[in-house]
């Protein structure tokens, strides 16, 4: 199955590629290399995010001549590093299948440095300039494309670095007249088009909603505290904050439902006047917060993914590390402070490495990972449902006590279930470590298994556990007495919010089940 999904060309063709080709030159999944595969591509950016930052300040120390080369250096440096070692970005890295969003960031990155590189030596070197601006997108776009969709973005970040940074000042009308004919054609252009799309398809964005747990609005107004969620994990992170499961945050349902809703959409829009407005007084500050903001316009907003995913700062971040670090450099180079800047700076750095360390620590076993997720996130269902697993597969290693871990496997199980009411999971969890141990089969499980695919949304998980059911029947693990399976798969064919598609499967289930269990071969086919 790995195999297969690393060479599919359907989706995100480029990171997918690298999967393949990885596969095939190692004959087998390696973690390790998968990892230390992302560990470069991110060293890489780091690079190019050092490059970036040097000619960004370059730009500025022209209307501001009290920085000097050494501090601009720097300054390079620690935004650099900052961002590197910040534990904010460690998904990208650790997470294996982020490879997707590492990589269309590198393109992103390229395109911004042959942006700059052209725009500089637009005067001097017209021509060559022209076919770096122009080559920023036509070759770099489509790369960061294919690895991940929000590499579309690439020609918004080059509209604010120029609008910010260049503000359209050329030596000749012609040059200007030139950029905004690149704007229009690779931003303006794109952006109706993409905006007539979205009204006339709303079904296309809407159908994604049907399996979730929120609707377009309650996304739309959660998202603003979830906003505000990641700027304080930029700007001050600790650990607690951290995590793969971000179930836990409280949904949106109005303005004032909670009323934290209301003050973080006041919020946002205040952010984004001041990064419209300070364009020429402080154009870093304007800097970081637009490219934030237009970092998150398609993760963030009407798409139905998952609400929190800190992946999604891994490029928004760099504006934010940016802004913190030019203005502790400036305001040090103003009042003569450099070793208070310097101290300052290193302090920082030391901060986002520790909670960095800790993160990689956490993550270093199966067992600490999912049992600190737990202990941050205690209202997360998936976290508890994570640490029922742990303890369920010491069980099945038999490691430990086994009465012990069968308490805590059942308990973690049934806090998943409590805090998610359409979670049909933790159940079945707590049935196959009933029978791994030896104990009695609640039959309060199998009823509420029942009860909740007759009447509450089934996901994915959901159809899953079924399939797998059926498999631990045929391997004689599990009973169809006590699991009572046919009558589970009927109740979830009762339930009345199903799509056409997860009514097929759960047909092709039942099919299974009547061929391989039953022996019924008509019923099958039927």
């Given at each position: 199955?790995?195999?297969r999904?690393?060479?599919?060309?359907?989706?995100?063709?480029?990171?997918?590629?690298?999967?393949?080709?990885?596969?095939?030159?190692?004959?087998?999944y390696d973690?390790?290399?998968?990892?230390?595969?992302?560990?470069?591509?991110?060293?890489?950016?780091?690079?190019?995010?050092?490059?970036?930052?040097?000619?960004?300040?370059?730009?500025?120390?022209?209307?501001?001549?009290?920085?000097?080369?050494?501090?601009?250096l720097?300054?390079?440096?620690a935004?650099?590093?900052?961002?590197?070692?910040?534990?904010?970005?460690?998904?990208?890295?650790?997470?294996?299948?982020?490879?997707?969003?590492?990589?269309?960031?590198?393109?992103?990155?390229?395109?911004?440095?042959?942006?700059?590189?052209?725009?500089?030596?637009?005067?001097?070197?017209?021509?060559?300039?022209?076919?770096?601006?122009?080559?920023?997108?036509?070759?770099?776009?489509?790369?960061?494309?294919?690895?991940?969709?929000?590499g579309?973005?690439?020609?918004l970040?080059?509209?604010?670095?120029?609008?910010?940074?260049?503000?359209?000042?050329?030596?000749s009308?012609?040059?200007?007249?030139?950029?905004?004919?690149?704007?229009?054609?690779?931003?303006?252009?794109?952006?109706?088009?993409?905006?007539?799309?979205?009204?006339?398809?709303?079904?296309?964005?809407?159908?994604?909603y049907?399996?979730?747990?929120?609707?377009?609005?309650?996304r739309?107004?959660?998202?603003?505290r979830?906003?505000?969620?990641?700027?304080r994990?930029?700007?001050?992170?600790?650990?607690?904050?951290?995590?793969?499961?971000?179930?836990?945050?409280?949904?949106?349902?109005?303005?004032?439902?909670?009323?934290?809703?209301?003050?973080?959409?006041?919020?946002?829009?205040?952010?984004?006047?001041?990064?419209?407005?300070?364009?020429?007084?402080?154009?870093?500050?304007?800097?970081?917060?637009?490219?934030f903001?237009?970092?998150?316009?398609?993760?963030?907003?009407?798409?139905?993914?998952?609400?929190?995913?800190?992946?999604?700062?891994?490029?928004?971040?760099?504006?934010?590390?940016?802004?913190?670090f030019?203005?502790?450099?400036?305001?040090?180079?103003?009042?003569?402070?450099?070793?208070?800047?310097?101290?300052?700076?290193?302090?920082?750095?030391?901060?986002?490495?520790?909670?960095?360390?800790?993160r990689?620590?956490?993550?270093?076993t199966?067992?600490?990972?999912?049992?600190?997720?737990?202990?941050?996130?205690?209202?997360?269902?998936?976290?508890?449902?994570?640490?029922?697993?742990?303890?369920?597969?010491?069980i099945?290693?038999?490691e430990?006590?086994?009465?012990?871990?069968y308490?805590?496997t059942?308990?973690?199980?049934?806090?998943?279930?409590?805090?998610?009411?359409?979670?049909?999971?933790?159940?079945?969890?707590?049935?196959?470590?009933?029978i791994?141990?030896?104990?009695?089969v609640?039959?309060?499980?199998?009823?509420?298994?029942?009860?909740?695919?007759?009447?509450?949304?089934?996901?994915?998980?959901?159809?899953?556990?079924?399939?797998?059911?059926?498999?631990?029947?045929?391997?004689?693990?599990?009973?169809?007495?006590?699991?009572q399976?046919?009558?589970?798969?009927?109740?979830?064919?009762?339930?009345?919010?199903?799509?056409?598609?997860?009514?097929?499967?759960?047909?092709?289930?039942?099919a299974?089940?009547?061929?391989?269990?039953?022996?019924?071969?008509?019923?099958?086919?039927?």
């Amino acid at each position: 199955e790995f195999k297969r999904a690393a060479l599919s060309m359907e989706t995100r063709p480029i990171p997918r590629a690298t999967f393949g080709i990885q596969h095939l030159i190692q004959g087998e999944y390696d973690p390790f290399s998968m990892k230390l595969v992302n560990l470069v591509i991110h060293l890489l950016n780091t690079a190019l995010i050092f490059a970036i930052s040097l000619l960004l300040i370059r730009q500025l120390k022209k209307t501001d001549e009290s920085f000097t080369g050494k501090t601009s250096l720097v300054t390079a440096t620690a935004i650099s590093l900052a961002w590197a070692i910040h534990p904010i970005n460690l998904t990208s890295v650790l997470y294996i299948v982020q490879r997707m969003n590492s990589l269309s960031v590198l393109f992103v990155l390229l395109g911004i440095l042959v942006y700059i590189s052209g725009r500089n030596g637009l005067e001097e070197y017209p021509v060559k300039s022209w076919i770096k601006i122009v080559s920023s997108i036509i070759i770099f776009l489509p790369l960061a494309w294919y690895s991940k969709e929000s590499g579309g973005l690439l020609p918004l970040f080059l509209f604010i670095i120029e609008l910010t940074f260049f503000r359209f000042k050329t030596g000749s009308r012609r040059n200007r007249n030139g950029l905004f004919t690149f704007y229009t054609l690779f931003l303006l252009i794109p952006a109706i088009l993409a905006g007539i799309y979205i009204l006339q398809h709303p079904g296309r964005f809407h159908h994604g909603y049907i399996h979730r747990d929120f609707n377009v609005h309650e996304r739309i107004l959660t998202e603003a505290r979830v906003m505000w969620m990641y700027i304080r994990m930029i700007l001050v992170p600790t650990p607690a904050q951290f995590s793969l499961f971000h179930d836990d945050i409280t949904l949106s349902k109005s303005l004032l439902e909670p009323v934290s809703t209301l003050f973080s959409i006041g919020g946002i829009f205040l952010l984004a006047c001041i990064g419209l407005f300070s364009i020429r007084k402080l154009p870093a500050l304007s800097f970081g917060i637009l490219f934030f903001l237009a970092g998150h316009l398609v993760e963030s907003t009407i798409i139905p993914l998952e609400l929190v995913f800190e992946h999604r700062n891994y490029l928004p971040s760099f504006g934010l590390i940016f802004a913190l670090f030019y203005y502790i450099a400036l305001i040090g180079e103003r009042n003569d402070k450099m070793v208070v800047t310097y101290t300052s700076m290193v302090a920082i750095i030391l901060l986002f490495a520790m909670n960095t360390h800790l993160r990689v620590m956490d993550w270093s076993t199966d067992v600490r990972f999912y049992l600190t997720e737990v202990q941050f996130h205690p209202n997360s269902s998936r976290a508890n449902y994570e640490a029922g697993k742990v303890y369920g597969q010491l069980i099945e290693m038999g490691e430990g006590d086994i009465e012990k871990n069968y308490k805590q496997t059942v308990y973690y199980f049934t806090r998943s279930i409590e805090l998610d009411s359409n979670s049909v999971s933790g159940l079945f969890g707590n049935y196959l470590a009933a029978i791994d141990t030896g104990h009695r089969v609640d039959q309060a499980w199998i009823d509420e298994i029942k009860f909740r695919l007759s009447n509450r949304k089934i996901n994915a998980a959901s159809v899953s556990w079924l399939r797998q059911m059926i498999n631990c029947i045929k391997a004689e693990k599990c009973s169809t007495e006590s699991l009572q399976l046919k009558d589970i798969i009927s109740s979830a064919l009762d339930n009345k919010s199903l799509s056409n598609n997860r009514k097929a499967l759960l047909y092709d289930i039942y099919a299974d089940y009547s061929y391989t269990i039953d022996n019924d071969v008509m019923q099958a086919i039927s």
